[in-house]
């Protein structure tokens, strides 16, 4: 089993190929939890993000944040998977905490200037696998998600992959 291990924003590296660009100033209101290898959280020296709790929860993952100097803060909860990506524009903000979830390989993508209001979720996947009981198939795999520029998200609202309608399961 692969360690976890939760840091502090600031620059950092492990022996496991994790780590953390970032040439901001050190702050212990951001955490970044690592479990797995060859993860990559960079950060952008003019984010602010209160409250950020990024979880590697395996390896090769990658999470970008962009600046916001001049807007509201971005805050939530965001988990990067096996293989998977979170990126997050420029100049994004939230009311209130929001949950990103991406694994499996696939990626949420957002962009510039892009404003979420409370209790908004963002899930490229359900957290848990459904099989066709006839063919043994999985018909939830997770799906990539973007999210253009200059996008306001409204109160709980909540953004998920594309979903396969019954005749493609």
Do not use: C
Not at 9 to 37: M, Q, S
Not at 79 to 97: K, P
Not at 138 to 153: D, Y
Request: glycine fraction near 12%; aromatic fraction near 6%.
């Amino acid at each position: 089993m692969d360690p976890v291990i939760t840091v502090s924003l600031a620059p950092y590296e492990d022996d496991e190929g994790n780590r953390i660009e970032y040439d901001g100033p050190v702050t212990d209101t951001i955490k970044v939890t690592f479990r797995g290898k060859n993860n990559v959280a960079r950060i952008h020296a003019k984010a602010s993000a209160p409250g950020l709790k990024v979880d590697f929860n395996s390896s090769n993952g990658t999470f970008v944040l962009g600046a916001n100097p001049v807007r509201r803060p971005f805050s939530g909860g965001v988990r990067v998977g096996e293989d998977a990506t979170v990126e997050i524009g420029d100049n994004v903000s939230s009311t209130s905490g929001i949950t990103i979830s991406a694994v499996e390989g696939v990626s949420v993508i957002i962009g510039n200037d892009v404003m979420f209001a409370s209790q908004n979720q963002v899930r490229a996947d359900d957290g848990h696998p459904i099989f066709d009981v006839r063919s043994g198939e999985r018909v939830n795999r997770a799906r990539t998600i973007r999210i253009g520029n200059h996008v306001w998200v409204g109160f709980g609202a909540m953004i998920l992959g594309e979903l396969r309608s019954a005749r493609e399961v």
